[in-house]
């Protein structure tokens, strides 16, 4: 017999309900957010979760708040039966599932928390007001479900940077947790957004993995920063139906563009867009 899914909370009161009875009797809880469309990657961030506190809460909501006019929040794919499913036998104490109206129930949120300058470069500079949107949504998220720990993935790194800030400066009591990305086995970075390519442009998409590995290979054969750019972008220029939106390589405790000469660990980035699909990964280079 497969195993139940798991309950299901859909109001605010009713999560803080059931998690205050669990903190008052001494355990611990991670948090999981995640928009849904769940996939192996999601299902490692639970796994995670799972052995770094006694309840997870997985946290389903698609967030309008950090989608541009031009993008996909209407098509972004929802399927809470297929989600529970997935979650089944996983360890997960409850899912949380907000209506629109749960989460915003005065419509046009009024307080956001601000990104900052790093909020605006990279993904930040293709997408206004995502990042803003993301944090908003987190903060929501934590003050809802007040968790020990909460759960990312290491693919969203420009995310992952921008909520450690937000914890840091706003003195949120929860530690952030980050899980290297899950892949393919042909490299392609899991995403939710993969199911809307064609087997042709998934195969264009490989590109991406395969200019970080090559700016890789390129600084573990003694590369400078500029030559292991060259690198992806060789890698990048020869992808046939991909537009890139950048390729970069920033300082992990800045998320600054490195300079040139900069040695230790950096992290590069890619974004880039196949047909109507934007796609980014990221892999750590260790330059010098
Ligand atoms: O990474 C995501 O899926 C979203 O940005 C998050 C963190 C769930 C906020 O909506």
Redesign the pocket.
């Known amino acids: 017999m497969s195993p139940a899914p798991p309950p299901v909370e859909s109001t605010i009161d009713g999560l803080r309900a059931r998690l205050d009875a669990e903190r008052a009797a001494g355990r611990t809880v991670a948090l999981v957010?995640?928009?849904g469309s769940l996939h192996e990657g999601h299902l490692a961030l639970v796994d995670r979760a799972a052995a770094l506190a006694d309840l997870v809460v997985v946290?389903i909501?698609v967030?309008p708040l950090?989608f541009g006019p031009a993008e996909d929040y209407d098509r972004y794919p929802r399927d809470l039966t297929a989600d529970l499913a997935a979650l089944s036998g996983r360890g997960v104490s409850v899912v949380f599932a907000p209506t629109l109206a749960e989460m915003y129930p005065r419509g046009p949120i009024n307080t956001r928390v601000s990104a900052g300058a790093v909020g605006e470069i990279l993904d930040g500079a293709s997408r206004p007001g995502h990042f803003d949107g993301?944090l908003t949504?987190?903060a929501k998220l934590l003050l809802i479900a007040g968790p020990d720990v909460a759960v990312?993935?290491e693919k969203?790194a420009q995310?992952v940077f921008l909520v450690n800030r937000m914890v840091a400066d706003l003195d949120v009591p929860t530690r952030i947790d980050v899980v290297s990305t899950v892949r393919a086995s042909d490299g392609l970075a899991l995403s939710s957004r993969n199911a809307y390519l064609s087997t042709e442009q998934r195969a264009a998409a490989l590109a991406l993995p395969g200019a970080l590995a090559a700016a890789r290979a390129a600084a573990e054969a003694g590369a400078a920063l500029p030559a292991a750019l060259e690198a992806a972008l060789a890698v990048l220029d020869a992808a046939p139906l991909l537009e890139l939106d950048y390729v970069a390589v920033v300082d992990p405790a800045t998320f600054r563009p490195a300079e040139p000469d900069f040695t230790g660990v950096a992290r590069a980035l890619v974004a880039a867009r196949i047909g109507a699909t934007r796609l980014i990964d990221t892999q750590l280079l260790h330059l010098g």
Do not use: A, E
């Open positions: 957010p995640t928009m946290s909501f967030n950090q993301m949504v987190v990312f993935g969203d995310q």
